[in-house]
């Protein structure tokens, strides 16, 4: 029966906190009869290895009669046989205070299992019992229903599905940018630590394999919600001062939308190493030249008169 039940949905806690108390009444009842019996074992031990030293001096003594012709064989044998016996109760009464402090070890694993630490520092997310019902620690091969749901905020990964496509060039390493839906604008360091060896899912028709991610900044990574939505861009080349333009600005074909004198014109590209934000440019366009990122617009098309307008709406 559940006694204690400290820690609730949303609390953080540390390694070691108490997570739940069920009623030990029993198990202190067994912890201190097995002290008590130990009690009483390593006083029945004292009073056999003291029986058995002392007849142990008594057969040295009689040896020593024996010798000198004092005694009789028949007095050895029998001072012999009794330091013999007492010296076997003595050892049975050692393993007897060994056993009992077996006990008192086994009686304290089992109010052990009346208390629920916590393994690692984490998160409550949810409790699903009540203080007053009743639960047990789980048999081996026999799961029974969860008393909570901790999270370690350690271990939070992004778990995220890429196209059969490209699961050649995605190794375990590489680094990796992700961006997620409740901090728009942001992006994440990360790098890629595991990646399925087989086809896992489908996702609107197309083949998937999945990958998982870790973020560089383990505190970034413990900010993060749990189940929070998010996107993952796997890097698998990266080139420093190259003409790129946004990723947006690029029509059907490789081509932009360029600004010269007053019209529009359509102009093709060659193009290089591309992201969700921006692409490469090799060839086609010239540094400094105006090209059109605003195209959700009907009128804004090839041959349309135009003209740039400032950060003021100039």
């Avoid at 004292?46 to 009669?65: E, I, V």
């Avoid at 009743?134 to 909570?148: C, E, G």
Wanted: proline share 5%; with cysteine; net charge negative.
């Amino acid at each position: 029966r559940v006694l204690e039940l400290p820690r609730r949905r949303g609390a953080r806690v540390r390694k070691g906190e108490l997570l739940l108390r069920v009623d030990d009444a029993l198990q202190r009842a067994q912890l201190r009869l097995a002290g008590d019996e130990r009690k009483a074992a390593l006083a029945q031990r004292d009073q056999a290895c003291l029986a058995a030293d002392r007849a142990g001096r008594d057969r040295d003594r009689t040896a020593k009669l024996a010798k000198d012709g004092l005694v009789s064989t028949e007095i050895v044998d029998r001072v012999d046989s009794e330091a013999s016996a007492l010296d076997a109760a003595c050892r049975a009464a050692r393993a007897a205070a060994e056993r009992a402090a077996a006990a008192i070890a086994l009686a304290r694993a089992q109010l052990d299992k009346t208390v629920l630490l916590a393994p690692f520092d984490g998160i409550v997310a949810d409790t699903f019992i009540e203080v007053g019902e009743w639960t047990s620690p789980s048999p081996p091969a026999l799961p029974i229903p969860p008393v909570l749901d901790l999270i370690d905020t350690r271990s939070v990964y992004v778990s995220a599905p890429m196209d059969e496509v490209d699961s050649g060039r995605i190794r375990k390493g590489q680094p990796a940018r992700l961006t997620v839906d409740s901090q728009p604008g942001k992006h994440f360091a990360a790098r890629v630590v595991e990646v399925a060896p087989y086809v896992t899912d489908r996702l609107e028709q197309n083949r998937t394999v999945e990958i998982e991610l870790e973020l560089d900044d383990a505190a970034a990574a413990a900010a993060l919600l749990p189940g929070t939505s998010a996107d993952a861009e796997v890097i698998l080349s990266a080139k420093d001062g190259v003409l790129r333009v946004p990723t947006s600005a690029l029509l059907e074909g490789g081509k932009v939308l360029v600004l010269e004198g007053s019209l529009l014109v359509e102009v093709p590209l060659q193009l290089g190493l591309r992201n969700w934000d921006f692409t490469e440019v090799t060839g086609g366009l010239a540094e400094g030249a105006r090209v059109v990122v605003s195209l959700d617009r009907p009128e804004v098309r090839a041959g349309a008169q135009a003209r740039e307008q400032g950060p003021a709406g100039r």
